[in-house]
């Protein structure tokens, strides 16, 4: 069975281009998460959904968030769908013929993938390009610096978690450490 992180594997490299576009996986930021993000030069963002049973693809439409500065409660599609979203583009990555391409809501595109188990080839397909949600660049909702310090500290730590699996460290992990005032 093909995993998640080899699916994203497969899409990013066939599909992306590291020399022009920053590309991030699991991506978090304030009350979502991306599977794919991706953010052109120019700053056009756009995320990319990965849906791999019907019911997990039900359910992207259940998600609600709650505004921290208003506590009004929101469905997720329903501020992709106004353009009321940070990225500029929403996509779902499905598996071929999972979905049928008459009930994804018309501002989402539609990628389906085809992998062969026996050749170990995964095959992608654009259905239905995305809408463009809004004008507004990622780097126009988003402080571009804050965002690369978060990358370095994200990668910092992810470079000390792993070399912890693998290895008695002989200092405390300063992110596990609490701020003493």
């Not at 929101?74 to 009930?103: Q, R, T, W």
Request: hydrophobic residues 40%; proline residues 2%.
């Amino acid at each position: 069975m093909l995993k998640i992180e080899e699916l994203v594997h497969a899409y990013i490299h066939s599909h992306c281009d590291f020399e022009k576009e920053i590309v991030l996986t699991n991506y978090f930021q304030a009350d979502w998460e991306a599977d794919i993000l991706t953010i052109d030069s120019e700053g056009f963002s756009h995320e990319i959904e990965i849906k791999l049973s019907k019911s997990d693809f039900k359910n992207d439409f259940k998600k609600s968030y709650i505004n921290k500065d208003t506590g009004e409660k929101f469905l997720k599609h329903d501020k992709i769908s106004c353009g009321d979203y940070v990225c500029n583009a929403f996509s779902f990555l499905l598996p071929m013929g999972m979905v049928e391409a008459a009930i994804i809501p018309e501002h989402c595109g539609i990628i389906e993938f085809y992998h062969n188990a026996d050749t170990w080839e995964t095959e992608f397909y654009l259905i239905r390009k995305p809408r463009k949600l809004h004008e507004d660049f990622y780097w126009k909702l988003n402080d571009k610096d804050l965002f690369i310090r978060k990358m370095a500290l994200n990668l910092l730590q992810r470079k000390l978690e792993i070399k912890g699996k693998q290895e008695e460290l002989i200092f405390k992990n300063p992110f596990d450490i609490k701020k003493i005032k």
